[in-house]
């Protein structure tokens, strides 16, 4: 019985549907788990979870999807129907190379590693936490076989958070960033040495939790973050989870005596929750129903946390309302050297902390360690020395122990690797895109030190959100600014920046 | 290629496994939906649940499931394998029976029902409702005739929600439970009048919220609800979520105003949360790990709501602390006094609001009305004056309107006919189970006394609980109480304690 291709493309994104169904389902009970989920629920969430994943997996691997996509072969790929194929059919090939075995036992290992480092964290006992990982290398190891790659192993993981980025390519970044920032970096030393240090000391002090809620969730309610869609938890690690375009929801933690780690995650995490808000309706139940890659949804993030969020032009309109929210914390405590708090630039244990400076720094240490574990110069027990090597080579700091240090970051215990160098690219994008938008908009500084966001959220929806998956991130970043992914604006950007804050000119 | 039973069991397994984690991811979503989820995800969540649901649905009726089955025709009955294979070829022939055309447009219908029924109850207006409620009879009668019964077609209604039930038996209980209840209510109508109204005006006046589930949530500890497995939040109306034995959800809602709702319901709600977490873990991910039917579910509910809850003996040891939260309203009101408020008799048009001497005739009423409209001896268009003849005849009360009275109720907009019944089902057996648990345990009055659980939950652990849905409720009934099911326990203990409490025999 043949079938005409409306037919055909019918019956494609019926299946596609399903698949998206199954993956939203299985992102609100990652959500879940992570937020409300009592503690005897971990065994049967991971083989939910498994399920889900498993049959989301065979759908996407089956004959009759391969058959669909074979038969809607070449359709006009500027089309949203052709970039639909097209992105389908490589969803398709790159799962059709994994054993459903090898997906179903790599959900089951998370499920169970995640809580396992949740443990291993407060008590700071990396043994118990390194068989999971181990075992989660071992898997992504025999995935990167399986996905194929040209040059590196690692470069099939990358791929699958950032379509078409190359380990060699990355290398290249980091060394430029290192060589645009180290220099900078020691000039504020030498500066923050002159001016003395703790500059950030206002940050800290008694900040209520309910206070420090209401502001944030005020500040991304002004940015554009659409709240009936979205919604605001507590968890141990921040998250933003994007169920679908209509639910998009985000978490933070509060400190109540340090104002900015819920501050700034709030807006880091919006910044990621409007990109999928913004995501065209249209692609609703579609693979291109999310962020076009990891690197450009980080971009997004890093925009409204650090170009806006720690911009002068901000806090100019903003400060007075948060001195009202703080009296006590900042009463006195004048916009400049509150502006310089939020830019302090000091080394330190905690990449979630870390200031613009250093931030790139903490992600190449990640970076090389990871490609190191690929290749297998380094073994996981040797990890927790190699990374306090590490932080003492780049940031001149020994974290207190490894909860503060290796054990940091939950991105391992998922299973991540080749997911921390997209925050680097995604601090290099920002810049990138922020200049066009100024560009094309000369207005949006104004208005930011206006506390009006709408031009700037409306350009970033036209050029970036609404295309979802549309575009692979490269042609997105090209259309969108005129040039590939350019290190050159973000280290002009921090030299500019904190060459002002540090009076490194004079 | 033939396999050995424990391969094909083993198989059996497998695939009953996969149908249970996709309804434990449904449950999941069921719950966020009525808890924690923004209004933009209601579309994606319907599709979301509408998937899961096909999805098990396929892989219970597949061929594949059906050939396990019927080659594991007679395995031990009275082996946890046998009851496993025994109840997954109920399920499946269930769902077999149904054509898939038939259980969609049940679906459909509901999904239109549910608004109609929310819209015509805010207007008060039946005839807006009536032609859905006819749609649904329709489907469901012809449900029934697929399904097929023996003597009636309600009993294949009923069968859903309370396996082996006959609308034959259910008639001979409500006619005991008629004779034995209307004679006592006549005479606590005189007393009532003797005494003056208005017993229950002490749970009235300021009731903090987070007082009220500080104090909720210390009363179920100290029955035994495990939190380590199980939450509560609040929802418009509470229920109970049994995502697995490791998952069990309550919900409830606060009156500010008024002690009795979100306290009694907290009670009646981790009755039920406790059965489900009392389940053989070893019943995990098959279709045992649930409870036995409605009416066992409902008995759990309510053995803690009254016969514990509402028990003088349970108060003589908790008022003064209850009195300690909330010195404002019932600082000087004594037990007595309490006690009898909170078992205050008062004939009303509500049954989610009513008492435990006229909750029976609100559901008796339900019952004969669903049966004549199955006998075709009352029509959908004369169910109203049906409905208000019968609250005149047997509460004495004719409600103000129909929203408070035919379209009160959210169930048959669901299409849901043969479920009322397990209400009553589950009041006379929380009794019946009681006093066999006290006759077994003499020590349990006690107990309750001095605020402890452990023996009568432990005794309902063994002979209920743990079970999960091995045996059907009749064959659990009689070998946990050695009768079938007796309404003479519970016509006793109407009698006693509200005796007592009116002074009905001076």
Redesign the interface.
Known sequence: MTRDPADKLRLLRERL??IS??G??SL??TW?RQT??????????A??L???NR?AHEMLVSEETGGLLDALRDPDPGTDDGALVRVARRDHERATKLPSRLVEELSRSRSLAEPAWARARAESDWDAFAPHLEKLLALRRESAEYLGYEDHPYDAMLDLFEPGAKKRRLETMFEELKAGTLPLLRGISGAANRNGRGRDAPLHGDFDEARQEEFGAAMITAFGY??????Q?RTVHPFCVG??P??V?ITTRFDPQWLSPALFATFHEAGHAMYEQGIDQTF??TPLDRGASMGMHESQSRLWENLVGRSHAFWSHYYPRLQETFPGPLGTVDLETFYQAINAVEPSEIRVEADEMTYNLHILLRFELEVALFEDSLSVAEMPAAWNAGMEEYLGVTPENDARGVLQDIHWSAGLFGYFPTYTIGNVLSVQLFETAVEDEPRIPEEIGNGEFGTLLGWLREKVHRHGRKYDPEDLIQATTGRPLDTAPYLKYLKTKFGALYDLNR
């Open positions: 549907a399903t169904d199954l939203a389902a609100t009970l879940d409300y989920m009592p503690e005897g629920g971990v065994q049967g969430r083989e939910q498994a399920t889900l049959l659409d709240w009936s869609r979205g919604r938890d169920i679908n209509g639910d929801r609703f139940r």
